[in-house]
Each structure stands twice: as structure tokens, then as C-alpha cells.
């Protein structure tokens, strides 16, 4: 089986997470005999310094594309002003 996940690991500890918890679906995908396919997308702070807001629609779009949504959301302060366009979705 072949799987798509997309990837958020947003801001503070999150990348670190994210990237520990893809070692462990790769290794069960590899005893099982899946396939994982990964995108990462940009929320929070990282997205807010990249795109000037915490969530673009592209990144929307680009996760319900998948077949799954690893996320680890840590609010750093400078989301605060934009957290009302976050919790729309």
C-alpha cells in the first residue's frame, strides 16, 4: 500500500517531533511492506515567516490531498494575532 502523508512541524520542538515520528512509520511501513510518501507544509510561525500567515490555502489544499496528516503544533507568540484564521479550519 502505498500512503501520502502530509507533514506539520510547526513551530518550537515540533520539527525535532515530527521527524522522530517519521522514523517509526517508516519502520512500520518497511515490516508491513507500505509505502510512504511524505510532503511537508508550512503552519504557525514557520509559515508566518515564510508566507506572512499561519496558513495558506495551498497548505490546506495540499493536506486534504492526503491520505493522512501528521501535525505537532506548538504556538509560538508571534501566531497570537493570526489565531483566528487558524482555527477556522
Do not use: N, W
Request: glycine fraction near 8%; charge should be negative; include cysteine.
Amino acid at each position: 500500500m502505498k500512503l501520502k502523508i502530509a507533514c506539520i512541524a510547526g513551530d518550537g520542538i515540533g520539527p525535532e517531533i515530527v521527524r522522530e515520528a517519521r522514523k517509526v512509520l517508516d519502520k512500520v511501513a518497511q515490516c508491513f511492506g507500505h509505502e510512504i510518501e511524505y510532503t511537508d507544509i508550512l503552519m504557525g510561525g514557520a509559515s508566518i515567516d515564510v508566507h506572512g500567515v499561519p496558513l495558506t490555502e495551498e497548505a490546506v489544499s495540499a493536506a486534504k490531498a492526503a491520505d493522512a496528516v501528521l501535525m505537532h503544533f506548538f504556538f509560538m507568540e508571534h501566531c497570537i494575532s493570526h489565531i483566528d484564521r487558524i482555527s477556522q479550519y
